[in-house]
T-cell receptor
Framework: DQQVKQNSPSLSVQEGRISILNCDYT??????FLWYKKYPAEGPTFLIS?????DKNEDGRFTVFLNKSAKHLSLHIVPSQPGDSAVYFC?????????????FGQGTELSVKP | DVKVTQSSRYLVKRTGEKVFLECVQD?????MFWYRQDPGLGLRLIYF???????EKGDIPEGYSVSREKKERFSLILESASTNQTSMYLC????????????FGSGTRLTVV
């Protein structure tokens, strides 16, 4: 049973426009959410996170929005750049989860066209 | 710069072989994890460890075992490799607690023939 779902396997956006990547979760115990970015032949790198006590967190061009009632979060990238082309993974963690275990979604491959 | 190092970038092994994937971190992290990445399935947790000599099964432990004899090293063992274990294997580490993200290694692309 997939507790964290990214229903769009791929997304294509023009350079300079907004990229919106979506993520849904089912476990109401999740209280911390993260986005990771992965280039081919490299490990994922941390991008941005949000605690369940917030509904928005911003870091430069990247903003994560959390809608707890809908169990939905999204990552906005504005403006998108060709270097943003990568696979993006959403991840979630539950309070009291031993060792801070993260549950990952399937990933969305973003392609930013020049 | 903090690092998680996986010993091999690419491996090709034969069906039935015993395979060792090694991971070392230099950040004094308590937690270490092994994931595999497959298209359409994302990252799936195989095993994790939150202390030396401790291990916990993840979501897909069948066919795998792990060893953590030292805090900095976490090994994944494929007891008898099979073709359905062909995958990208990713090691990660983190501090204790659920408000810390992972630091990942670069991954090992394993092909079982």
């Amino acid at each position: 049973d997939q507790q964290v779902k990214q229903n769009s396997p791929s997304l294509s956006v023009q350079e300079g426009r907004i990229s919106i990547l979506n993520c849904d979760y089912t476990n109401s115990m999740f209280d911390y959410f993260l986005w990771y970015k992965k280039y081919p032949a490299e490990g994922p790198t941390f991008l941005i996170s949000i605690s369940s006590i917030k509904d928005k967190n911003e870091d430069g061009r990247f903003t994560v929005f959390l809608n707890k009632s809908a169990k939905h979060l999204s990552l906005h990238i504005v403006p998108s750049q060709p270097g943003d082309s990568a696979v993006y993974f959403c991840a979630a963690s539950a309070r009291g989860n031993q060792g801070g275990k993260l549950i990952f979604g399937q990933g969305t491959e973003l392609s930013v066209k020049p | 710069d903090v690092k998680v190092t996986q010993s091999s970038r690419y491996l090709v092994k034969r069906t039935g072989e015993k395979v060792f994937l090694e991971c070392v971190q230099d950040m004094d992290h308590e937690n270490m994890f092994w994931y595999r990445q497959d298209p359409g399935l994302g990252l799936r947790l195989i095993y994790f460890s939150y202390d030396v000599k401790m291990k916990e099964k993840g979501d897909i432990p069948e066919g795998y075992s792990v060893s953590r004899e030292k805090k900095e090293r976490f090994s994944l063992i494929l007891e008898s490799a099979s073709t359905n274990q062909t995958s990208m294997y990713l090691c990660a580490s983190s501090l204790m607690g659920n408000n810390y993200g992972y630091t990942f290694g670069s991954g090992t692309r394993l092909t079982v023939v």
